[in-house]
Nanobody
C-alpha cells in the first residue's frame, strides 16, 4: 500500500556533492522514522542516516560532517545531502520508512528500490 521511490543518484567526482530524494506514496497513515541505507557489491547493507518525525538525526561515523538527512512530513519525503564524497561512498542507496497503518500498533519497514551513487574520477 505504501511505496518509496528514490531519485537523484548518479556519477560524481571525489569531493563532489549529490542530493538524494525519496518520496512516499500510497495509503499513508503515519510515517515515523525514515532513513537512508547503502549497500556496495559484496558488502552488507549499512545504515547511513536516520531521522525521526521530530527531526532527531543519527549518522554513521563514516558520513558524519559530510552528509545531512532531512525530511518534509507534509510531503512525505526524506532527503540526503551528500558533500565531500569519497570513492568509498559508492553504493546503491536505499530509502527506508517505518509506516504505521491505520488501526495498527506497530510500524512496518518499507523500502525503496534503490538508487546508484558512483564516486569516481
Amino acid at each position: 500500500q505504501v511505496q518509496l521511490v528514490e531519485s537523484g543518484g548518479g556519477l560524481v567526482q571525489p569531493g563532489g556533492s549529490l542530493t538524494l530524494s525519496c518520496a512516499a506514496s500510497g495509503n499513508i497513515f503515519r510515517i515515523n522514522d525514515m532513513g537512508w541505507y547503502r549497500q556496495a557489491p559484496g558488502k552488507r547493507r549499512e545504515l547511513v542516516a536516520r531521522i525521526t518525525r521530530g527531526n532527531i538525526t543519527n549518522y554513521a561515523d563514516s558520513v558524519k560532517g559530510r552528509f545531512t538527512i532531512s525530511r518534509d512530513n507534509a510531503k512525505n519525503m526524506v532527503y540526503l545531502q551528500m558533500n565531500s564524497l569519497k570513492a568509498e561512498d559508492t553504493a546503491v542507496y536505499y530509502c527506508n520508512a517505518e509506516h504505521v497503518a491505520r488501526g495498527e500498533r506497530f510500524s512496518d519497514p518499507i523500502w525503496g528500490q534503490g538508487t546508484q551513487v558512483t564516486v569516481s574520477s
